[in-house]
């Protein structure tokens, strides 16, 4: 008979027992059913942080084997990178050895040394990043060094002062005894050549050396006001001096004396190195107060001789415009900055009235009828005297001018005979009309007679008075 047992399916098994019917049934308990592990999963999420974190550092950092001026700063940012160069070099010894043989040590921070350190570390990483293989272990990057020169003057000069000559400034100056500016020539000083205690800076720096050693030397301090801007500055104010005063026109209507005017002048150095001119206005001022008594003046009449022309042959009084002096308020100061810039030309403000010009047309008249001449001025006679004209050849007619003056000359000629002669010493002669002239006789006195070869002569001190009272280029008037 089958056996029905109630067992259920609750026992059932992997392995078969056989009852005839083809029923499997398990008669042992069930293990539980085995979970899918996901492990992968799990190493996973802490893994990728790990690699992002590796990715970003290496994005910040420099590559390994970087330095700048031998300081290591590979694996290091740009920050940290820029604050180990300048700790190195702040913190670098340098020995200063001067010439008495004293040593003093410093380090670079002591003498101001510096670089561009955050420019150097931000150039370091850009050219070699970490995340850059290729771009690891370069070589070291040079680093310019500089130090503070006036850190460095301040330090050294403490320690060693004989090295510290003050240069000395040219000087312009007035000297009474010439009344002329000199020149005091510059001086030149002594300081530390810095740039030799820069320049082993930073080759020790560079090389990474421990420390750095300078042999202290000097260099010349050229003074700031030099020899040759002193000379230019005394130039031009010697030259001003010849030519100060007060001006009317072109006319330097009133001269100052070259002591007075340098008393009104201050010359001194300035920081820059140049000369400064300065003029004291109130010191001016009382020579403008004097002005008037020396410009102020009536006018005065001149007078000139002329000829038909109307041509001046001379002048026998100048004349000059009367002029009276102007609103002198503000003449001393503006004077004063005309000083200060090296102008010593100052010219007055006048107003003028002209003179007159009286005209004295003068003419000689000869009368060869009557032997006479007539010394006229204006058309009216002021003068007359007998003379003698020519006779072996006449004195010729007509309208001409005085050309030369002669005080004395040996006069040749021929005779109707055919014969020469030669009358020395013959004095104050003034031609006219080629050889035919007006001269002195001293060899006849027969006045009012024809007598000579052509020219008009007359009594020597007559012929003196005609020859002073006649211009050249004075018109001749000669008839019957």
């Not at 970003?56 to 031998?70: D, E, F, H, K």
């Not at 260099?219 to 801007?229: E, I, L, R």
């Not at 150095?269 to 008037?292: C, E, F, N, W």
Request: aromatic share 6%.
């Amino acid at each position: 008979m089958a056996d029905t047992g109630e067992q259920g399916d609750a026992g059932k098994t992997g392995a078969d027992h056989s009852t005839g019917t083809g029923a499997t049934y398990a008669w042992a308990p069930a293990e539980p059913a085995h979970r899918k592990r996901h492990l992968g999963a799990w190493i996973g999420v802490p893994t990728g942080i790990v690699a992002a974190a590796v990715v970003a550092i290496s994005l910040v950092l420099i590559a390994p084997g970087a330095s700048v001026a031998s300081v290591p700063v590979g694996g290091m940012t740009a920050g940290a990178a820029a604050d180990a160069i300048t700790a190195r070099l702040a913190s670098t010894p340098v020995t200063l050895s001067g010439p008495d043989g004293r040593t003093v040590t410093m380090t670079g921070a002591d003498l101001g040394a510096s670089v561009d350190a955050a420019t150097l570390a931000q150039d370091t990483y850009a050219d070699h990043p970490l995340w850059n293989v290729a771009a690891w272990f370069p070589s070291s990057r040079k680093a310019d060094v500089k130090v503070d020169h006036a850190t460095v003057a301040s330090k050294l000069h403490t320690v060693f002062p004989s090295l510290y000559v003050a240069p000395v400034d040219a000087t312009v100056s007035f000297d009474g005894a010439t009344g002329s500016y000199t020149v005091t020539p510059a001086v030149d000083g002594t300081s530390v050549n810095v740039d030799a205690v820069q320049t082993a800076i930073q080759n020790a720096f560079a090389a990474g050396s421990a420390s750095a050693a300078v042999t202290v030397s000097t260099t010349p301090v050229a003074a700031a006001t030099t020899t040759a801007h002193a000379q230019e500055v005394a130039g031009k104010l010697n030259k001003m001096l010849d030519t100060v005063g007060f001006y009317v026109g072109d006319e330097r209507t009133v001269p100052v004396d070259r002591a007075t005017a340098a008393s009104w002048i201050t010359v001194a150095d300035k920081p820059d190195g140049t000369i400064g001119v300065r003029a004291d206005a109130s010191k001016i001022q009382r020579v403008v107060d004097t002005l008037a008594a020396s410009v102020n003046r009536a006018p005065a009449d001149g007078s000139v001789i002329t000829n038909s022309s109307g041509t001046v042959l001379r002048t026998i009084a100048a004349g000059h415009s009367g002029r009276t002096l102007g609103e002198t308020t503000g003449v001393a100061e503006a004077f004063a900055k005309q000083l200060a810039n090296l102008d010593g030309v100052y010219k007055l403000t006048v107003s003028e009235v002209p003179a007159k010009m009286a005209t004295a047309q003068r003419l000689l008249e000869v009368n060869l009828t009557t032997q006479t001449l007539y010394l006229k001025e204006n058309g009216q006679v002021v003068d007359s005297w007998l003379i003698s004209s020519g006779r072996t050849y006449p004195t010729k007619t007509g309208h001409f001018r005085i050309n030369s003056h002669i005080t004395s000359m040996t006069m040749r000629g021929n005779n109707p005979d055919g014969t020469t002669y030669a009358q020395p010493d013959v004095p104050w002669v003034m031609y006219f009309n080629g050889d035919q002239g007006f001269h002195g006789v001293y060899w006849h006195h027969n006045w009012g007679h024809t007598m000579s070869h052509g020219c008009v002569g007359m009594p020597i001190p007559r012929a003196k008075q005609l020859y002073d009272w006649t211009p050249t280029g004075t018109d001749v008037w000669v008839h019957n």
